[in-house]
């Protein structure tokens, strides 16, 4: 949450220049929310959901927001406040104007909205009682891309970012009876925003996510950290974290399953540290995902949820699960319904695709190239696949320019601070495909350290780009390798990088005594196209890539894990191919309505044979 772009920068700048740097085997505990991010696990708070039909107004010219001078017009003319005099509201009409589905993208909700990127206006009434002793939040999970919220006429504030959650609080906003929220979500692409202006994803707009009104008492359980302890067997560590005027409130926390439970006073910021020994967990694994549900108490205030408890690390070139050796048998996914087009958003649409990489044989996604929603996460959690988790920061961000520093650090404290108590998440990935520079360096390296400041307890990792160093070697040695934990690398041998059987020749190596995860392969094929395995866009041509692929990542010696590119095809602006692409992203494994082509069954035999050689 952001009131001005000044005040985000002035904090996150000084955040990044004030703290040490840690390293993902540092064993420090994680850090609290600072106070500009939203409370943690919404779905288990008492809240009313404002999702449904909105009404919406379309403003490609921000009629809204500028007169026609072109100066940003501080009345509000769409902020539908009272109307102050006869001469308000001559031109727009929130009342008779259409409606759009929260959650969704707006893109796919009228066929005149689908190339839509700009500015569409939201407007939402609820009823609300006023209650002395309870405080009031407007939670949003995602707004696309640049949102400024407005409740009865007055703006609470801003968030840049289009897939992470934010809130406001209007405990002394909200008023007794009708209350009118509006919304102004601009998707316009920008050359430094974070992403980029260009992509290869759809630029989808709206309120992509929900948005809750949530009530909490007066002292609030605003944000907690739960985890194994990193080196003692059955003892579960972390705090919880208070936010209002009683921080010195007793905690409780039990382990619903287990029966066991503990109380702690919380310290004079709000501060209550947990430690309980002699437990007798099963450790969280894709085998096994197991969970618990575990309830937080203080004061006035309870929150629940289910929670896995597992632990990751990294030794030499292993990945080690819970101490052992796991390679990663994993599949990337955009953020896309499994049938039909537009933004996924709900538990079904997770597990429609999370079963898919569960027949693949996967025990690994990779959420590319952006944070997911958490019904997404959450379904992961129960279903056993471990999460690559990922910022957009996406190609040639501007990694000279101090303000989309703080922007990508302030969606990747949003990421962390939304999904760290998740078991799935085994690593977060802090860039994908960034060109070599001094300045981009510099950028990724204070990058790494937030991530390790914000979350000791991961990995951190990132998807660069293939270096040649002789016809048949590719040798991962880009400089940010000496400050990733785990090596992540995107190549397309077949693709854009000669024929399949290339791959047959190629030889990996690299300096770093680091494990590699292939975090992206591929080739194009349109479901139902047949022909000789070397016709581009057929489904023999995919799978002989596939083929080869396979064959050759057998050979690396120190790979622990591969997520090719992609389940399903996917919407992208820049596939222009008439009859075959026409605005998709043809790399799926599946077609956009879930068909599956042939080399879906090559890499889920691959997957087959690995896990019965357990490597
Ligand atoms: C990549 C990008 C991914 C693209 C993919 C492609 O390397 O990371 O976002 O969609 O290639 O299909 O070209």
Redesign the pocket.
């Known amino acids: 949450m952001l009131r001005t772009t000044s005040m985000i920068v002035f904090v996150l700048i000084g955040g990044v220049i004030a703290s040490p740097s840690a390293s993902a085997q540092n064993k420090a505990s994680m850090s609290p929310l600072p106070d500009t991010l939203p409370m943690i696990n919404v779905d288990g708070r008492h809240a009313v959901s404002l999702d449904g039909e909105w009404r919406a107004i379309i403003d490609p010219y921000e009629t809204g927001y500028q007169d026609y001078r072109g100066n940003i017009d501080h009345d509000g003319f769409f902020r539908d406040a009272t109307p102050k005099d006869k001469s308000d509201r001559i031109e727009y009409a929130f009342d008779t104007a259409g409606t759009l589905n929260v959650p969704g993208d707006w893109n796919t909700q009228r066929p005149e909205l689908f190339y839509y990127e700009g500015t569409i206006w939201y407007r939402r009434k609820f009823d609300y009682t006023r209650k002395v002793d309870k405080r009031a939040f407007l939670y949003f999970g995602a707004a696309n891309y640049d949102a400024r919220v407005y409740l009865n006429g007055e703006e609470l504030g801003r968030h840049v970012g289009g897939f992470t959650p934010f809130q406001f609080e209007i405990t002394n906003t909200v008023k007794d009876g009708e209350n009118s929220l509006v919304v102004k979500v601009d998707n316009s692409r920008h050359s430094d925003a974070v992403p980029m202006n260009v ?3 759809w630029n989808y707009g709206g309120l992509t996510r929900s948005v809750l009104l949530i009530e909490t008492p007066m002292t609030f359980i605003r944000d907690y950290a739960l985890y194994l302890h990193p080196d003692r067997d059955g003892a579960i560590e972390g705090w919880v974290q208070l936010d209002g005027p009683d921080r010195r409130q007793v905690v409780s926390v039990h382990l619903v399953d287990v029966g066991s439970g503990m109380a702690i006073k919380a310290n004079m910021f709000g501060r209550a540290k947990i430690h309980r020994g002699g437990l007798a967990i099963q450790r969280w694994s894709p085998e096994n995902p197991r969970q618990y549900q575990v309830w937080i108490r203080s004061g006035e205030d309870s929150v629940e949820e289910k929670i896995g408890f597992r632990r990751i690390e990294v030794k030499g070139r292993d990945i080690l699960l819970n101490g052992k050796p796991i390679f990663l048998r994993g599949i990337c996914l955009h953020e896309e319904r499994p049938a039909g087009d537009g933004r996924a958003f709900n538990a079904e649409h997770a597990e429609t695709q999370l079963a898919w990489a569960k027949e693949l044989n996967c025990n690994f996604v990779r959420l ?2 952006y944070p997911h929603n958490d019904a997404m996460i959450r379904a992961a959690e129960r279903m056993g696949l471990l999460v690559w988790a990922e910022i957009p920061v ?1 190609w040639g961000i501007e990694f000279d320019n101090e303000d989309v520093y703080a922007n990508a650090e302030r969606q990747l404290s949003e990421t962390i601070a939304r999904d760290r108590n998740r078991a799935c998440v085994a690593m977060w990935s802090v860039a ?2 960034t060109p070599l520079s001094d300045a981009r360096l510099a950028f990724l390296r204070r990058l790494i350290d937030a991530a390790h400041r914000l979350d000791p307890s991961r990995p951190v990792t990132a ?1 660069l780009e293939v270096h040649y160093r002789d016809a048949n070697t590719i040798e991962i040695n880009d400089p940010l390798g000496a400050y990733l934990d785990i090596l992540g690398c ?1 190549e ?1 041998i077949g693709w ?1 990088d000669g024929a399949p059987a290339k791959a047959d020749g190629i030889t990996w190596t690299t300096p770093y005594n680091k494990p590699l995860v292939i975090s ?1 392969f ?1 080739a ?1 094929a349109k479901f139902g196209r047949h022909g000789d395995a070397d016709a581009r866009w057929t489904e023999e041509y995919q799978a002989d890539v596939f083929l080869h692929q396979t064959q050759m990542l057998d050979r690396i010696d120190f790979l622990r894990g591969v997520s090719p ?2 389940l399903k095809d996917f919407r ?1 602006p820049r596939r222009l191919l008439p009859e075959i692409q026409d605005n998709w ?1 043809r ?1 799926g494994l599946v077609s956009e309505k879930g068909e599956r082509k042939k080399a879906f069954n090559v890499l889920k035999e691959w997957y087959a044979e690995r896990r019965k050689a357990g490597k």
């Open positions: 992509t290869d994803w590319a190239h996406y994908n495909e998807a995107n397309y854009y992206e591929g194009g590119w992609i992208s992203n790399k």
